[in-house]
């Protein structure tokens, strides 16, 4: 009877952790859309002119919405199969959160004007520390068997591969874009959807 008290109420905290979690993401995305400027013109031409001036906010736009979104995603797959909760994974899931909440202003900073190694590393360093958190909350989980027990150890390591590919990919960009200095850094980020497709097959081949 004591185990399955335990069992209910473990499942219940992490149940209100997600909810928690989902809230937080909720907020990001809006603060993340409440940002975008609004284009103005008296005529089609003037408007489409507009668009065309803020055509980099709304491209950074799209790629925090799908940055957030995957990470949103990411903790989508792995908590259902999380029965209890310790402290340490609770920090270290609000350390992931405030990393998803600094996502809007550092979407602001990297469409300022300026200092673009400062402010594309500003960015970067955000999907670092989001990537390599979330990485600690997937080890948390599997070293202190935080899981079910029926829970396929398979998407704890895909998910743990893609946190780990992500950071490095981010963190590799950083001093490429001080070196360069120019917008060619964010070449760098194009490697990210190759490593993690390489990193798939490689699974897939694991038996």
């Given at each position: 009877m004591t185990t399955q008290?335990?069992?209910?109420?473990?499942?219940a905290a992490a149940e209100r952790l997600t909810t928690f979690v989902?809230?937080?993401?909720?907020?990001?995305?809006?603060?993340?859309?409440?940002?975008?400027?609004i284009p103005h013109g008296d005529t089609t031409a003037a408007m489409l002119s507009s668009i065309?001036?803020?055509?980099?906010?709304?491209?950074?736009?799209?790629?925090s919405f799908a940055v957030i979104s995957a990470h949103w995603r990411a903790h989508h797959e792995i908590f259902?199969?999380?029965?209890?909760?310790?402290?340490?994974?609770?920090?270290?899931?609000?350390?992931?959160?405030?990393?998803q909440v600094l996502m809007p202003f550092a979407t602001r900073v990297?469409?300022?004007?300026?200092?673009?190694?400062?402010?594309?590393?500003?960015?970067?360093?955000?999907?670092?520390?989001?990537?390599?958190?979330?990485?600690?909350?997937?080890r948390e989980i599997r070293r202190e068997?935080?899981?079910?027990?029926?829970?396929?150890?398979?998407?704890?390591?895909?998910?743990?591969?893609?946190?780990?590919?992500?950071a490095a990919v981010f963190g590799v960009s950083i001093p490429v874009s001080f070196l360069t200095e120019d917008a060619g850094a964010y070449l760098c980020w194009l490697v990210a959807p190759i490593a993690l497709a390489i990193a798939r097959r490689v699974q897939d081949r694991e038996p």
């Open positions: 008290t335990d069992h209910a109420i473990g499942k989902d809230a937080v993401i909720a907020i990001a995305l809006t603060l993340l859309a409440l940002d975008l400027p065309s001036a803020h055509g980099k906010e709304y491209i950074a736009f799209a790629l259902p199969y999380v029965r209890s909760l310790n402290g340490r994974l609770i920090s270290l899931t609000l350390g992931w959160l405030f990393m990297i469409t300022a004007e300026g200092a673009l190694p400062l402010r594309f590393s500003l960015y970067a360093t955000v999907q670092v520390l989001a990537s390599a958190s979330f990485a600690l909350i997937i068997h935080l899981y079910r027990t029926d829970g396929p150890p398979r998407v704890f390591a895909q998910s743990l591969t893609r946190s780990i590919c992500l």
